[in-house]
T-cell receptor, first 111, second 114 residues
């Protein structure tokens, strides 16, 4: 059973455009929702994270939007750059426990 | 160390052989996690060590998989009688116990079973 569902599987965006990746979860006990960025041959690296007591968190060009009632959250990458081309994973956890990951989104930003 | 260190970075083994994968967590991190990343499958939780507590083994896919953590630091994931479906990238992560603070992944071990 997939605890976290992620879409789309792949995404192609022009440089300067907005990249949007969506995730949905089922377990209302989850209290931590991170996004990870992974480059080929590397482990996932934390990009940005949010807790369910806020609806939005912004760090530079990266924003998480969180909808608690819909049990959905999304990553927005503004002014997408070729260097943002990577695989992005959403995740959810109960603090201090294992993460449940989405299946990943391969983002390609075309120059 | 400065980051989570995993070795080897790549491992090719013959079907039926046993393999050991090593993870050296960040110094001071008492929580350690193993995940498996298969192509197009995301990251699948395998096992979780927290301090001196009994590990959470609920994600291990079969009894061919086992892991231990010695001295609360280095961990070894062992796969016995490897099968082709075991081919994947095995990732280790560590953090401070009871929090998500500092949750950091290693670069993984790419296992290929031929």
């Amino acid at each position: 059973q997939q605890q976290v569902k992620q879409s789309p599987q792949s995404l192609i965006v022009q440089k300067g455009g907005i990249s949007i990746i969506n995730c949905a979860y089922e377990n209302t006990a989850f209290d931590y929702f991170p996004w990870y960025q992974q480059f080929p041959g590397k482990g996932p690296a934390l990009l940005i994270a949010i807790r369910p007591d806020v609806s939005e968190k912004k760090e530079g060009r990266f924003t998480i939007s969180f909808n608690k009632s819909a049990k959905q959250f999304s990553l927005h990458i503004m002014d997408s750059q070729p260097g943002d081309s990577a695989t992005y994973f959403c995740a959810a956890s109960i603090t201090g426990n294992q993460f449940y990951f989405g299946t990943g989104t391969s983002l390609t930003v075309i120059p | 160390g400065a980051g989570v260190s995993q070795s080897p970075s790549n491992k090719v083994t013959e079907k039926g052989k046993d393999v050991e994968l090593r993870c050296d967590p960040i110094s001071g991190h008492t929580a350690l996690y193993w995940y498996r990343q298969s192509l197009g499958q995301g990251l699948e939780f395998l096992i979780y060590f927290q301090g001196n507590s009994a590990p959470d083994k609920s994600g291990l896919p079969s009894d061919r998989f086992s892991a231990e953590r010695t001295g609360g630091s280095v961990s070894t994931l062992t796969i016995q009688r490897t099968q082709q479906e075991d081919s994947a990238v095995y990732l280790c992560a560590s953090s401070f116990s009871g929090t998500n603070y500092g949750y950091t992944f290693g670069s993984g071990t790419r296992l290929t079973v031929v």
